[in-house]
């Protein structure tokens, strides 16, 4: 079985520029999450997809940025015009069931997405 | 607010040792939570979880433990190996949260041979 992918695994833009980085969960997984690690930073929750809907979006910084998932498989997440400060890395996860319901407990996550802005 | 932390940032053992990395969080309301290894260039990769109404749970080769009294979170990994070796997160999530991790930052384990 395919885990979760990630693409472009690396990513150099400047300041301004668009960057879209692109996740496909293990397939049948109806939540799909995206995570960040930005420099000597923990990693934070940007936002959670059940299906195509977004659950929670309460962890995304600002309206640079912007998540999809048309059709509930792959989802994007671009970001326009990025910033210094968005440089770090991405990570997608994806669940059958949110962590912490019972007989859940695991996140899948991708290799990640590192975006360096210069 | 919100924050769930490590005591120490790198933590160095000799192979065959028992290691310990410990975790500590402030969200009483907390009720569920999860270590993962991350190694070198790799996603976040989950060992183990435990809920609230427990104190104690084992795999294999780790245990942890949770302290709700004190609010801390231990990871303890037996006949530690050179492939143990990665950053260990802790992350806390209240199940009414439906999957919103907090995430702690990460203590660097080093195994030597």
């Known amino acids: 079985e395919a885990g979760v992918t990630q693409f472009p695994s690396h990513s150099v833009i400047e300041k301004g520029q668009t960057v879209t980085l692109r996740c496909d969960p293990i397939s049948g997984h109806d939540n799909l999450y995206w995570y960040r690690r930005v420099m000597g930073k923990e990693i934070k929750f940007l936002l959670h997809?059940?299906?195509?809907?977004?659950?929670?979006e309460s962890g995304m910084p600002n309206n640079r940025f912007l998540a999809e998932r048309t059709g509930g498989t792959y989802s994007t997440l671009k970001v326009q015009p990025a910033e210094l400060e968005d440089s770090g890395v991405y990570f997608c996860a994806s669940s059958h069931l949110p962590p912490g319901l019972a007989g859940a407990g695991e996140l899948f996550f991708g290799e990640g997405s590192r975006l360096t802005v210069l | 607010g919100e924050s769930v932390g490590l005591h120490l940032p790198t933590l160095s053992v000799q192979e065959g040792d028992n290691s310990i990395i410990n975790c500590a969080y402030s969200n009483s309301a907390s009720d569920y939570f999860i270590w993962y290894k991350q190694e070198s260039g790799k996603g976040p990769q989950f060992i183990i979880d435990?809920?609230?109404?427990?104190d104690k749970r084992q795999g294999q080769r780790v245990t942890v433990l949770l302290n709700k009294t004190v609010k801390h979170l231990s990871l303890q990994i037996a006949a530690t190996q050179p492939g143990d070796s990665a950053v260990y997160f802790c992350?806390?999530?209240?199940?009414?949260?439906?999957?919103?991790?907090?995430f702690g930052q990460g203590t660097i384990l080093t195994v030597h041979p």
């Open positions: 997809f059940v299906k195509e809907s977004k659950q929670d």
């Open positions: 435990i809920r609230s109404n427990m």
């Open positions: 992350a806390e999530n209240q199940v009414t949260s439906y999957g919103k991790l907090t």
